[in-house]
């Protein structure tokens, strides 16, 4: 039963008592009891009016509650001139523009926020309760290149994706760096914001492959220049002091002539080896034309054919008619090519495949090999600088590959795949 009920019941039973006592002591004395009548019927009016002092206040109330529960902000009173009430009318419109300030303030915030991280460049990735994936920001999916929908409500274990794999045992607070291939690297940082009153996670991913990249470059670039400068400043007058020792005549015996020539062999593969690791250093920018990539491979399988049938690796070229049109710097990319094949040939070893897909459409160049296949331990660093799975391998020949690539602004990959094939996958800008 509501305040208004009880109070109109209680004033109408007062009065109800007051009339029938009235009635019966005062009925003889007719003046008395008009006296008494008009006195009850005063009472009921300032009852009514006492009714509307004290229920008004009230209205007022459920009104503004209702607006609140709405989350309408724009009701405002007016005051009645009423001392109470005008004070309760007063501290109600305050406290409604200071909530209407806070939800704007609150609103404002939140689209703030929310631009930010949509345009952020560093990758966020917001967790929920559950810790399964809630929302991802554009640059998070163009790292794992997927989309808020293919993982919206997966756990990060749920999703094949190495780096969404290796961030699934990252406890909050700390940061972990990510390599995948041996090129992409990223520093990964998991944080918690407070969220009515529990704890939800984001992870912040942020690429370093381009400044990893620079650096790494510049540091073996100049050991590389300071040893060959070291090395071609000493081979050469040694070579010129042993060719010289050859002629004396008082080197007659034939083990000395042999020993000074191994000498002079070892020095001469001693410069190729620095030679061959300052091309890497000097590798000039890159001279684009257009060529056809379909031409360029079967010049450079025609090439290693030979190489492969002596080991009785068979060659499967996959190649449309049409031509394939890519700006590249011919010589190049055909040393990446043959790099590519090189490797294949030594991973199969004896009887196997190497088979060349070609899809102009997806601008995409993909070779694949029945070899032995890549180490999740190797995978991890392949493209490193002078990394080799080889046990006497210098690592030049993938460093060589990713300089170029790079060069030319290709996407490129290598990896085992499901079926046991190795694919080494380029795409052309």
């Given at each position: 039963?509501?305040?208004?009920?009880?109070?109109?019941?209680?004033i109408?039973?007062?009065?109800?008592i007051?009339?029938?006592?009235?009635?019966?002591?005062?009925?003889?004395?007719?003046?008395?009891?008009?006296?008494?009548?008009?006195?009850i019927?005063?009472?009921?009016?300032?009852?009514?009016?006492?009714?509307q002092?004290?229920?008004?206040?009230?209205?007022l109330?459920?009104?503004g509650?209702?607006?609140?529960?709405?989350?309408?902000?724009?009701?405002?009173?007016?005051?009645?001139?009423k001392?109470?009430?005008?004070?309760?009318i007063?501290?109600?419109?305050?406290m409604?523009?200071?909530?209407?300030?806070?939800?704007?303030?609150?609103?404002q915030?939140?689209?703030?926020?929310?631009?930010?991280?949509?345009?952020?460049?560093?990758?966020?990735?917001?967790?929920?309760?559950d810790?399964?994936?809630?929302?991802?920001?554009?640059?998070?999916?163009?790292?794992?290149?997927?989309?808020?929908?293919?993982?919206?409500?997966?756990?990060?274990?749920?999703?094949?994706?190495?780096?969404?794999?290796?961030?699934?045992?990252?406890?909050?607070?700390?940061s972990?760096?990510?390599?995948?291939?041996?090129?992409?690297?990223?520093?990964?940082?998991k944080?918690?914001?407070?969220d009515?009153g529990?704890?939800?996670?984001?992870?912040?991913i942020?690429?370093l492959?381009?400044?990893?990249?620079?650096?790494?470059?510049?540091?073996?670039?100049?050991?590389?220049?300071?040893?060959?400068?070291?090395?071609?400043?000493?081979?050469?007058?040694?070579?010129?002091?042993?060719?010289?020792?050859l002629?004396?005549?008082?080197?007659?015996?034939?083990?000395?002539?042999h020993?000074?020539?191994?000498?002079?062999?070892?020095?001469?593969?001693?410069?190729?080896?620095?030679?061959?690791?300052?091309?890497?250093?000097?590798?000039?920018?890159?001279?684009?034309e257009?060529?056809?990539?379909?031409?360029?491979?079967?010049?450079?399988?025609?090439?290693?054919?030979?190489?492969?049938?002596?080991?009785?690796?068979?060659?499967?070229?996959?190649?449309?008619?049409?031509?394939?049109?890519?700006?590249?710097?011919v010589?190049?990319?055909?040393?990446v090519?043959?790099?590519?094949?090189?490797?294949?040939?030594?991973?199969?070893e004896?009887?196997?495949?190497?088979?060349?897909?070609?899809?102009?459409?997806?601008?995409?160049?993909?070779?694949?090999?029945?070899?032995?296949?890549?180490?999740?331990?190797?995978?991890?660093?392949?493209?490193?600088?002078?990394?080799?799975?080889k046990?006497?391998?210098?690592?030049?020949?993938?460093t060589?590959?990713?300089?170029?690539l790079?060069?030319?602004?290709?996407?490129?990959?290598?990896?085992?795949?499901?079926?046991?094939?190795?694919?080494?996958?380029?795409?052309?800008?």
């Amino acid at each position: 039963m509501t305040l208004k009920v009880k109070y109109i019941l209680f004033i109408a039973l007062v009065h109800s008592i007051l009339l029938v006592f009235s009635f019966y002591w005062l009925k003889d004395n007719k003046i008395l009891f008009i006296v008494t009548e008009a006195l009850i019927l005063l009472s009921i009016g300032a009852s009514v009016m006492l009714y509307q002092d004290f229920i008004q206040p009230l209205k007022l109330i459920m009104t503004g509650i209702d607006s609140i529960k709405d989350k309408d902000f724009n009701v405002k009173f007016v005051k009645t001139g009423k001392y109470e009430m005008d004070q309760l009318i007063g501290v109600y419109n305050m406290m409604i523009d200071k909530l209407r300030e806070e939800r704007t303030l609150q609103q404002q915030q939140h689209f703030f926020l929310e631009n930010l991280i949509q345009a952020s460049p560093t990758g966020i990735i917001i967790l929920d309760f559950d810790q399964k994936i809630a929302s991802i920001n554009p640059k998070a999916a163009q790292f794992i290149d997927l989309t808020d929908q293919t993982i919206f409500g997966k756990a990060l274990n749920e999703v094949s994706h190495p780096l969404l794999e290796a961030l699934t045992d990252l406890p909050s607070g700390e940061s972990k760096t990510v390599s995948i291939n041996g090129i992409e690297m990223y520093k990964c940082q998991k944080s918690h914001f407070v969220d009515r009153g529990f704890q939800r996670y984001f992870i912040t991913i942020e690429e370093l492959s381009a400044e990893l990249l620079k650096a790494e470059k510049n540091a073996y670039g100049k050991v590389i220049r300071m040893m060959a400068h070291e090395v071609n400043n000493s081979i050469g007058p040694i070579n010129s002091i042993l060719d010289s020792a050859l002629t004396y005549k008082a080197i007659e015996k034939p083990e000395y002539i042999h020993a000074l020539q191994v000498a002079m062999e070892r020095n001469q593969r001693l410069n190729i080896f620095m030679r061959n690791f300052a091309d890497v250093v000097r590798l000039p920018q890159p001279q684009r034309e257009q060529a056809d990539i379909h031409h360029i491979i079967r010049d450079v399988a025609t090439l290693m054919e030979q190489q492969a049938i002596a080991s009785g690796i068979e060659f499967n070229i996959d190649i449309p008619d049409l031509p394939f049109l890519v700006f590249i710097d011919v010589q190049q990319i055909e040393q990446v090519l043959v790099n590519i094949i090189k490797n294949a040939i030594e991973s199969i070893e004896q009887n196997g495949k190497i088979e060349f897909i070609s899809k102009p459409d997806l601008r995409t160049l993909i070779i694949q090999d029945s070899g032995k296949g890549i180490s999740k331990e190797a995978a991890a660093q392949l493209f490193s600088p002078f990394f080799s799975t080889k046990r006497e391998g210098q690592g030049i020949g993938l460093t060589l590959i990713r300089e170029i690539l790079l060069n030319h602004n290709c996407d490129f990959s290598l990896q085992t795949l499901a079926t046991g094939y190795t694919e080494f996958r380029i795409v052309f800008e």
